[in-house]
């Protein structure tokens, strides 16, 4: 950090308390997990830790500490990103992620369809024959499935994720995809 001698305290460590673990106030903070698929902690420094700390200050700061006055506030697309944009360590994956979630629930929430979702969802001929799959039809699709829209989306990009983790790049299967089985 910029501007700190070696005797100055960061700014994640003048928030450490005495009830903070040591691993945190060294710099490392360890946050135990019932979720053995996760690997049992997640590993956090100090970084994180600060810029964690600054986006709770800003939410305080700016929007009352309720980070849903943010979604009071901007209604439109365009705003929402714009205001999620300035969040530190909020990038545009992380926000259209956000929005995608958010799609619904607070007015102005409607990101695109995202690409990869895009993608797996003509991969698997969804939602059927016609124009390329966008919200609309796979929120169709999902209601008519008694799914929700978001987990729907997410799942198909799931899909493409997996293709390309696997060094696959664009099915070969098709039908016989592997990864749908």
């Known amino acids: 950090m910029a501007g700190l001698t070696a005797s ?3 700014k994640a460590s003048r928030h450490a308390d005495k009830s903070t673990p040591a691993s945190s106030r060294s710099g490392i903070c360890r946050r135990h997990s019932s979720y053995p698929k996760f690997g049992g902690y997640a590993r956090y420094d100090e970084r994180t830790v600060a810029r964690l700390q600054d986006l ?5 700061e700016r ?5 849903a006055m943010i979604g009071q506030r901007f209604t439109t697309y365009p705003a929402l990103r714009a205001a999620l944009d300035v969040l530190p360590g909020w990038g545009p994956v992380t ?5 995608r979630e958010l799609r619904g629930v607070w007015p102005g929430t409607q990101p695109p369809l995202d690409p990869r979702a895009k993608y797996a969802a003509r991969h698997l001929g969804l939602p059927g024959p016609g124009p390329a799959p966008d919200v609309p039809r796979l929120a169709q699709l999902a209601a008519e499935s ?3 829209p978001r987990d729907l989306e997410s799942g198909v990009a799931r899909l493409t994720l997996a293709h390309h983790r696997r060094g696959m790049g664009p099915c070969p299967g098709g039908d016989r995809c592997v990864l749908l089985t």
Do not use: C, K, R, V
């Not at 709770?56 to 305080?60: M, R, T, V």
């Not at 926000?95 to 929005?99: E, V, Y």
């Open 95 to 99: 926000i259209q992620l956000f929005l």
């Open 63 to 67: 929007y009352d500490g309720q980070a």
């Open 56 to 60: 709770s200050e800003i939410i305080d």
């Open 146 to 148: 008694l799914t929700d």
């Open 8 to 10: 100055e305290p960061s």
